[in-house]
């Protein structure tokens, strides 16, 4: 039987060919986006540690990193947001709450109902 993370990745990398989500010229594809927070889908899933994981910080601080201009931080709003919107399981409070749970100041909330455009 395949483990849980096998299992979810395989169904990350499948969403990420569904959804395919252009970001433009954008520093990170939104399928390299969601691989890149797939470390942090069982924290995102679980009943709220305390703290996430090394790796899924770390995944935190490549996105913010690599998201410096303003279309880049729209394009990476909306991926996530389509993930947040389609990936069943995940705690939005948790999700909202991760990048200052990595130490991490994005310029934006993820959720469901965020306003990409307003991203700056």
């Known amino acids: 039987m395949a483990s849980p993370l096998l299992v979810k990745v395989t169904f990350l990398v499948v969403m990420c060919s ?3 989500i252009p970001l433009g010229d954008a520093a990170l ?10 470390p942090c889908l ?11 994981a090394a790796p899924c910080c770390n995944a935190v601080r490549t996105i913010n990193n690599q998201a410096r201009t303003t ?8 991926c996530l947001k389509s993930v947040a919107q389609n990936l069943p399981g995940l705690n939005l ?13 994005l310029p934006f909330r993820v959720t469901p109902s ?3 455009n307003k991203v700056k």
């Open 29 to 38: 594809s939104c399928p390299q986006l969601q691989f890149t927070v797939a």
């Open 42 to 52: 069982g924290y995102l899933r679980g009943p709220g540690a305390a703290v996430p």
């Open 114 to 116: 965020i306003d990409c």
């Open 71 to 78: 279309p880049d931080r729209q394009g990476a709003c909306r």
């Open 93 to 105: 409070a948790t999700l909202a709450a991760l990048p200052a749970k990595c130490g991490v100041n």
């Open 18 to 20: 569904v959804l395919s």
